[in-house]
């Protein structure tokens, strides 16, 4: 029988372990926990944590300063919020960061981190992977050589965004360097100070 644990409120704490186990903390500081065989973590609110691990485990963290971790085969985390930081790893996971200053890490083979947001970052290392920033002021990363970087430029005009720009490398060709920031400034990738 699958276990889920969900925990609601302030400062609540959610924890779920054994196959198909689901972990939901919702509210300020909740943290959620996941392990096993297709466990999912969910933590919505201010500074929220969730963590999944295990074969094909997804983490979602919401809120402001959100962290979501999922590592085994196939996880996904995503953090969504100010200051979010989304890491997933093993083979074909996918971390996604979204709001300002975000952060998303991928490791593994294929796969993919996307920052997007104000000054997000992300990082791919693992053969086949990406990593793609795609607001105002994003970096890219690639911590092995063939990992593809791709970047806007995107400006304030007008009151709104406007994408000036879009620039794409792979680590190791062409000089584009590995363990290097990236920024996409008119249409090329560009060095940028960590």
Avoid at 4 to 30: C, K, N
Avoid at 37 to 58: E, L, P, W
Wanted: a negative charge; one cysteine or more; proline letters at 1%.
């Amino acid at each position: 029988m699958p276990d889920a644990a969900t925990a609601s409120g302030d400062q609540g704490a959610a924890t779920a372990s054994g196959y198909r186990g689901a972990a939901t903390a919702s509210g300020t500081q909740g943290a959620a926990t996941a392990s096993g065989y297709q466990g999912a973590a969910t933590a919505s609110g201010t500074q929220g944590a969730a963590t999944a691990s295990g074969d094909q485990g997804a983490a979602t963290a919401s809120g402001y300063r959100g962290a979501a971790t999922a590592s085994g085969y196939q996880g996904a985390a995503t953090a969504s919020g100010d200051q979010g930081a989304a890491t997933a790893s093993g083979d074909r996971g996918a971390a996604t960061a979204s709001g300002y200053q975000g952060a998303a890490t991928a490791s593994g083979d294929q796969g993919a981190a996307t920052a997007s947001g104000d000054q997000g970052a992300a990082t791919a290392s693992g053969e086949m992977s990406c990593a793609m920033a795609t607001g105002p002021d994003g970096k890219v990363r690639g911590d092995m050589d063939g990992v593809d970087l791709f970047a806007r430029e995107i400006a304030w005009i007008g009151g709104k965004h406007e994408r000036l720009s879009i620039a794409c490398g792979t680590t190791g060709q062409d000089g584009i360097k590995t363990g290097t920031w990236y920024r996409c400034v008119g249409g090329i990738l560009v060095e940028v100070a960590a």
